[in-house]
T-cell receptor, first 116, second 113 residues
Framework: NAGVTQTPKFRVLKTGQSMTLLCAQD?????MYWYRQDPGMGLRLIHY???????AKGEVPDGYNVSRLKKQNFLLGLESAAPSQTSVYFC???????????????FGAGSRLTVL | GENVEQHPSTLSVQEGDSAVIKCTYS??????FPWYKQELGKGPQLIID?????GEKKDQRIAVTLNKTAKHFSLHITETQPEDSAVYFC????????????FGTGTRLTIIP
């Protein structure tokens, strides 16, 4: 039982390049989330998904796109990377609201992205 | 929307002493307040949470208190140990929906042996 797995763990991009971060969970969670963590800013929600085939914007969605084609996977894409997107990205998952423990977020180990 | 402020940003305590981290929130409708611990190189992990119908909750050496009138809640760690060194995040939400969870800016706790 791996929990939430993020790939890659580290990546360096040049401004304007594109990339995709992959998040996979094996807990059969309905909900999945992408956060970014910046010094002094805490964790800010980028996008989230309440089920396969659905996505929604969070607090800071600009410059990012997401897809949830399979229940266990949630992809975060950067179409044209900018230095402001240098950050540590965390994926998380949880049960839906009608399940016990729905409020507990299970986080991955993070992906550190540097945009030069 | 909700705004959560967390203090202090860094905290150093001697091993065995107590540590207290405080958070304030702005939305009086908030009713769920979790605390997450992030160890170096790992993702945050829930350590304790409290709902608005409870004033205090304890789990071994950690406790959380909630003052709804003042809109603040605190994390208390007693008999601190080296493994308590981490970054701690408070959070708040008003509808149990995790998409509305607003995190504080984090407190880096260092336990001095």
């Amino acid at each position: 039982n791996a929990g939430v797995t993020q790939t890659p763990k580290f990546r360096v991009l040049k401004t304007g390049q594109s990339m995709t971060l992959l998040c996979a969970q094996d807990m059969n969670h309905e909900y999945m989330y992408w956060y970014r963590q910046d010094p002094g800013m805490g964790l800010r929600l980028i996008h989230y998904s309440v089920g396969e085939g659905t996505t929604a914007k969070g607090e800071v969605p600009d410059g990012y796109n997401v897809s949830r084609l399979k229940k266990q996977n949630f992809l975060l894409g950067l179409e044209s990377a900018a230095p402001s997107q240098t950050s540590v990205y965390f994926c998380a998952s949880s049960y839906s609201l009608d399940r016990a423990g729905a409020n507990v977020l299970t986080f991955g180990a993070g992906s550190r992205l540097t945009v030069l | 929307g909700e705004n959560v402020e967390q203090h202090p940003s860094t905290l150093s305590v001697q091993e065995g002493d107590s540590a207290v981290i405080k958070c304030t929130y702005s939305d009086s409708a908030s009713n769920y307040f979790p605390w997450y611990k992030q160890e170096l190189g790992k993702g945050p992990q829930l350590i304790i949470d409290i709902r608005s119908n409870v004033g205090e909750k304890k789990d071994q050496r950690i406790a959380v208190t909630l003052n709804k009138t003042a809109k603040h809640f605190s994390l208390h760690i007693t008999e601190t140990q080296p493994e308590d060194s981490a970054v701690y995040f408070c959070a708040a939400t008003s509808n149990f929906g995790n998409e509305k969870l607003t995190f504080g800016t984090g407190t880096r706790l260092t336990i001095i042996p």
